[in-house]
């Protein structure tokens, strides 16, 4: 992993951020995008900024990546920045939580936008200079949603789903080129997102959808990351990250 660069979008907070974590930790360049949130980037430049050794260097932009026009500009920063991009990790997501009876149109535009459209913006930004390398790793992070529909809403579903059909089709393409592609379709991470202020009354509840006798934790998709970049005959996989909760 040494000498190699690799973008973590949404990578300031949550899973994100531990996926650039362990990158860092492996010796790879890391460029981390966000949307709004400054304090979070801050404080995630500071914790990446520990482990970093010679010759590596971290790069963070702001903005939005369901706007094609700035991860393009985010792109072309990072490639001047670091150089060209071996390992894209598909992160950054919203999960707003919508019914049948409330969700609206823009509730649905805004997250196919974000979640999936913002995965297939950054995806033709990276491949044609992992083509030229010969070498290229994708991971989508999907979601147990994209299995068993899930309970945030049939937008997010279909996002998350959305997210394991480009990644097949990416990885069928792409595959003669070098370039594995797989996504990891997590559940119940307790230590990101939504779950960090839940109580652990309502946890309890989470605990009886799984198999095993905890729910989960960012690490646990650190691992599963781990895997797949590391597995250059693995490719078009959804791993689940989820204890066993395949259909809620
Ligand atoms: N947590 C779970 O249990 C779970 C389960 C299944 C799947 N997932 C998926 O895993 C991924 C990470 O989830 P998480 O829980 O770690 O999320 P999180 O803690 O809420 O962090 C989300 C990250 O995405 C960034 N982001 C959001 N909207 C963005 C946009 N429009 N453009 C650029 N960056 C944007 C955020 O930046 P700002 O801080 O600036 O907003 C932040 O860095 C998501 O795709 C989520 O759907 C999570």
Redesign the pocket.
Known sequence: MENLVAVV????????LRIAESLVRRGTSVAV?????DS?AEEARRKLGAHLKKDQKTHFVKG???NPDVVAEHYHEIHKALGPVNILIN?????TARSFDEITVEDWNETIR??LS?AFYWCRQVVPAMKKMKYGRIVN?S??AARGGGVVGPHYAASKAGMVGMTRYAAKELGPHGITVNAIA????ED????LDWSEKKKAILKEKVFVPRI?KANDVVRAFEYLIDSPFVTGVTLDVNGGAFMI
Request: aromatic fraction near 8%; glycine fraction near 24%.
């Open positions: 979008t949404g990578g300031t907070r949550g899973i994100g995008t966000y949307c709004s949130n979070a939005d990546s369901g992160n950054a997501g919203i999960m974000i979640n913002g992070i979601s147990i997590p559940a119940f991470i990101a997102g939504i779950f989960g």
